[in-house]
């Protein structure tokens, strides 16, 4: 097959002439795309060595790897070399028209790309194309590989004869890659360290600990905003963390949690927000200077369940805990469904899932917002990262009030998203939780209770007394 859709030919180029734009980067220049996109590939003029390469964050592959120079060729490129891109997808697919995309899958009804493409068109869009169901002669085969994603439950498709293993829904639907750093992670098997250290500490110490290190991450969640809150707010928000897990996630959990973190509604309206969201600054005269948009209000409530639905497919594909929560709970902040309180929000349903998922021990929180808190600047970039690329797709205004609102459909960029390096950003927390934060803890009570017997079989001393002293004589022990 031949031009079934041509390209422009001067989109195929890059800027120094000795590669050429393939897969994504060329669909999204020949149909004048704005998804962003994570990293584009090239194929060389020449040959090179080992077959791929990185140059200046674009993979660049030999020259047999150029494909046929039409949409098939490009896409069947993009779904076979690419990481899977559901948003880039989209916008691709609806400009292609599904005319174009009928005419594809026509002209290779028996190759996998041809029917993954089938699959996704159908999927994304919710648009039932033009053809007859699959021969029933052909093999299943999986959306993702598992070698490569992490995936949900095996749903298959009859009609396209794909496995449909996406670890979310049309709705909301984040993939997480599997990468060597976090293969490793899930090979130290945390959750077991912690159990080892529980074994190894008494019941009593442990439950101070637990107690410590609860407030220790209400605090700090607190602090990543800039608030100094009253203790009484400190420990309303540490009540809410410690029932953690208790109930299953869900919509009406969520607004639940929301309403016990501000209790006071005077200044902010309860449920989901009715108006717009950024953050940022305002210049001097008020008008608005945006860094990051929130989902439109009109949004918030399908992307919420849609979010709340790929928890209960995460969950049933028993993906490991701490990717699970990174992808809910980082896909939560980015849509920022309320007016305030959302950093924390996001920051509870991280222990929510931890516990759900039986990751931590009953009781225990680990107290990754006070790593986030020292390791606040790689919490920012990981944010920004992920968010600043979304907002070239915004198209917004200000209003009087001071705030935004956002003129163009912005759902599929909160949807759609490659969570990989944010889960990695969580992993690293909780390795640091786990191997420093903890046993520090353990280890300091421990010690503080040794001391406490023996300055007290040495002087007949009140026990506040001898609080008092270690409490006075520790920071030059510790220097």
């Not at 809410?240 to 869900?250: D, N, Y």
Request: aromatic residues 8%; charged residues 25%; hydrophobic residues 40%.
């Amino acid at each position: 097959m031949h031009n079934i859709h041509p390209l422009p030919l001067e989109s195929l180029v890059a800027a120094d002439g000795e590669r050429h734009w393939v897969g994504y980067a060329t669909l999204q220049a020949s149909l004048q795309c704005e998804a962003p996109l994570r990293q584009p590939c090239a194929v060389s003029t020449g040959h090179i060595r080992g077959s791929v390469r990185m140059e200046n964050g674009i993979r660049v592959f030999d020259q047999r790897y150029r494909p046929q120079a039409d949409a098939a060729g490009h896409i069947f490129f993009a779904l076979k070399h690419e990481t899977i891109d559901l948003l880039a997808l989209k916008e691709i697919l609806v400009r292609l028209g599904s005319a174009a995309v009928t005419a594809i899958v026509s002209a290779y009804p028996t190759r996998q790309p041809a029917r993954t493409l089938w699959f996704l068109h159908e999927w994304l869009t919710g648009e039932r194309l033009p053809l007859d169901d699959a021969d029933t002669r052909m093999r299943f085969v999986p959306l993702l590989d598992a070698q490569r994603y992490f995936t949900g439950p095996p749903r298959p498709s009859r009609r396209h004869r794909i496995i449909d293993n996406l670890p979310g829904t049309r709705l909301f639907c984040p993939l997480i890659r599997k990468t060597e750093e976090l293969q490793r992670f899930i090979d130290a098997d945390l959750s077991r360290q912690v159990e080892e250290v529980i074994g190894r500490t008494s019941q009593e110490v442990w439950r101070r600990a637990a107690s410590f290190l609860l407030l220790a991450d209400s605090r700090a969640s607190f602090a990543i905003e800039g608030e100094c809150p009253p203790r009484n707010r400190i420990e309303r928000w540490a009540q809410v963390i410690q029932q953690s897990g208790a109930r299953a996630l869900s919509l009406t959990e969520i607004l639940s949690m929301h309403e016990a973190l501000i209790q006071d509604h005077r200044f902010v309206a309860k449920g989901f927000r009715h108006e717009g969201v950024f953050l940022g600054e305002r210049d001097r005269l008020g008008e608005p200077q945006p860094v990051f948009i929130g989902a439109r209000p009109q949004d918030i409530e399908s992307l919420i369940q849609g979010l709340v639905d790929s928890h209960g497919i995460m969950t049933e594909a028993a993906i490991d805990p701490v990717v699970h929560a990174a992808a809910i709970a980082f896909g939560f902040v980015f849509i920022h469904p309320f007016e305030d309180g959302n950093g924390r929000m996001h920051r509870a349903l991280i222990h929510q899932i931890l516990a759900e998922q039986h990751f931590a021990p009953p009781g225990i929180v680990f107290p990754v917002s006070a790593v986030m808190l020292d390791q606040i600047e790689e919490y920012q970039r990981t944010l920004r990262e992920f968010s600043a690329p979304l907002m070239h797709s915004i198209q917004w205004q200000s209003i009087e009030q001071g705030n935004v609102e956002v003129l163009n459909d912005t759902a599929d960029l909160y949807r759609y998203g490659d969570y990989t390096a944010i889960a990695e950003f969580l992993y690293r927390a909780v390795e640091q939780t786990i191997s420093e934060l903890l046993p520090k803890e353990v280890s300091y009570l421990t010690s503080y209770d040794k001391a406490q017997r023996a300055v007290g079989s040495r002087i007949d001393m009140p026990a506040n007394q001898i609080r008092n002293l270690i409490m006075f004589i520790t920071p030059y022990v510790l220097i």
